[in-house]
């Protein structure tokens, strides 16, 4: 018999859920809704919202739209975004998750005690990813933002050196360049590391890697854009090589299923549960043809 099981921790996260709630809440109100960027890094979930409703505008346009409401992810912005709103009489429905929300206070406040002479905000995340612009936002475009050892020698040597990170990244890959970077740091220089890895992420690394371990079969759900969503897969690859990344039910590879007695179905933070479940039902489907 055929168990197929949906890890009960995957799926969005607290700021991921807000964010939807609140769109749709406006939608239901039959007003026009704008959202600044992809509410979330997974197409379908993003092609749903459009269907109720929602127009999805990137910076430029942002930049132009007078007297609308725009909604902003969980992802968060930078002041600039803030005040381009208030130029523009723009209503916004700010949905900029708390922990992210936090972290932006954290460095601001950072920066603005440092010495910037001396003193500099590194950030450990992806370039240009959205929550990292809104991170980088808060220092005046001056923090430094490095993803991979090979990149340290964008840090000055002789400067106090302050370390946060992206909320979505890898706790063990941010541990890892802290280490080297107060290696690299000068000795008589000041260099201080804060976790700011969200707590859900990194507590579903360890879950998701058990629970790859514990199937013969993996499909892990996830929108290409999805950086946490790389994470998780690289941990559900690592452990289970019989681990496939796919977007939603037309992906997937049904001849794997075959011979197969246990599948399971995860994925990402901003991957909705209801994906997973029709993932599942395609499943169901081709082996009870």
């Not at 379908?44 to 609308?68: S, Y």
């Not at 050892?149 to 802290?178: C, H, P, R």
């Not at 790859?212 to 759900?221: M, R």
């Amino acid at each position: 018999m055929l168990n197929i099981e949906i890890d009960e921790h995957s799926g969005f996260c607290f700021g991921v859920t807000t964010a939807i709630k609140k769109a749709e809440e406006e939608l239901q109100k039959g007003e026009t809704l704008y959202c600044l960027g992809d509410i979330v890094h997974n197409r379908i979930e993003c092609d749903r919202l459009e269907k109720l409703g929602l127009i999805t505008i990137n910076h430029e346009e942002f930049a132009k739209l007078h007297n609308a409401k725009v909604l902003l992810r969980a992802h968060g912005e930078p002041p600039a975004t803030y005040l381009i709103a208030q130029k523009n009489n723009l209503e916004i429905i700010d949905a900029t998750c708390p922990v992210v929300l936090k972290l932006q206070q954290r460095i601001k406040k950072k920066w603005q005690e440092a010495d910037n002479d001396n003193s500099q905000i590194v950030i450990y995340g992806q370039a240009g990813h959205a929550e990292v612009l809104g991170l980088v936002g808060q220092t005046h475009g001056t923090a430094t933002v490095i993803e991979k050892s090979s990149q340290i020698d964008k840090i000055a040597k002789d400067k106090n050196t302050y370390i946060y990170s992206q909320t979505t990244k890898s706790l063990e890959g941010y541990k890892q360049v802290v280490s080297e970077i107060k290696e690299y740091v000068n000795k008589d220089r000041e260099c201080e590391s804060f976790n700011t890895v969200c707590g859900q992420v990194a507590n579903r690394l360890d879950g998701i890697g058990n629970f790859a371990k514990s199937h013969e079969l993996i499909f892990f759900v996830c929108g290409k854009k999805s950086s946490n969503g790389r994470i998780l897969f690289d941990e559900c690859k690592k452990m289970n090589p019989h681990s496939y990344q796919i977007e939603g039910p037309e992906d997937l590879d049904l001849t794997l299923t075959q011979g197969v007695h246990s599948i399971g179905i995860c994925g990402a933070t901003s991957t909705p549960k209801w994906l997973m479940e029709n993932c599942k039902q395609a499943i169901i489907n081709y082996n009870n043809r």
